[in-house]
């Protein structure tokens, strides 16, 4: 259960769904009910099978490419790092395109609530955690971005605008600590 809550945290802000709540926002603005529902379990669906099919290859990749953990932790806590830098100094994250009947899959499934941070987060807590701990935090995490979104109307209401950036920019935050500990470690790893 540990395991579990250790793996949870990192994920959670790595999937980040209340920083993308303002971009599910925007871009199903004007869509009836019905259609927003599907671009939501849309969205869910791509994410967990993309992160999930990236848990199963990613490993196998490194080790025909010569990757060590150390490599991996060194570049993916670069990467986090340079991912929060974005979140905490851009207004917002980019929008990619708004082609509602693949808004679910692209942008929101992958890359925003499925992508860099989740892949590098995710590889690194398999190897610091194990498989079943990372599989089972991933896919609770994407479940509770499907909350939030499903609740966007409310949460919007409540926190407004300055209250959903704030929210984003404070993840950005953690997340950036997540990745200097990760780089942290990966450095340890090759002076150990």
């Given at each position: ?10 994920l959670f802000?790595a999937?980040d769904?209340l920083g ?7 871009l199903?603005?004007?869509?009836e ?6 671009i939501?379990?849309q969205?869910?669906l ?5 992160a999930?099919a ?5 490993k196998?990749i490194?080790?025909?490419?010569g ?6 932790m ?5 990467l ?7 979140g905490l100094?851009?207004?917002e994250?980019?929008?990619f ?9 692209v ?8 992508g860099?941070a ?5 590889l ?6 194990g498989l079943i ?7 609770a ?5 499907g909350?939030v ?7 919007n209401?409540?926190?407004?605008e ?5 929210l984003?920019k404070?993840?950005?935050l953690i997340?950036a600590?997540?990745?200097v ?6 450095i ?5």
């Amino acid at each position: 259960m540990r395991e579990f809550w250790l793996c949870f945290v990192p994920l959670f802000v790595a999937v980040d769904a209340l920083g993308t709540l303002p971009i599910f926002i925007s871009l199903t603005a004007g869509l009836e009910r019905a259609r927003v529902r599907r671009i939501i379990w849309q969205s869910l669906l791509t994410a967990t099978v993309v992160a999930l099919a990236f848990l199963g290859v990613g490993k196998g990749i490194f080790a025909l490419l010569g990757i060590t953990v150390a490599d991996f932790m060194i570049a993916g806590g670069a990467l986090l790092f340079l991912l929060s830098l974005r979140g905490l100094l851009a207004g917002e994250r980019e929008h990619f395109f708004e082609n509602h009947e693949t808004l679910g899959a692209v942008p929101l499934g992958v890359p925003l609530l499925a992508g860099p941070a989740v892949f590098t987060t995710s590889l690194l807590l398999v190897d610091e955690y194990g498989l079943i701990p990372t599989v089972l935090a991933t896919i609770a995490n994407i479940l509770i971005a499907g909350v939030v979104f499903w609740a966007s109307d409310s949460i919007n209401r409540v926190l407004g605008e300055s209250g959903m950036r704030t929210l984003s920019k404070i993840a950005s935050l953690i997340l950036a600590a997540i990745a200097v500990m990760i780089v942290r470690k990966g450095i340890m790893s090759y002076l150990g």
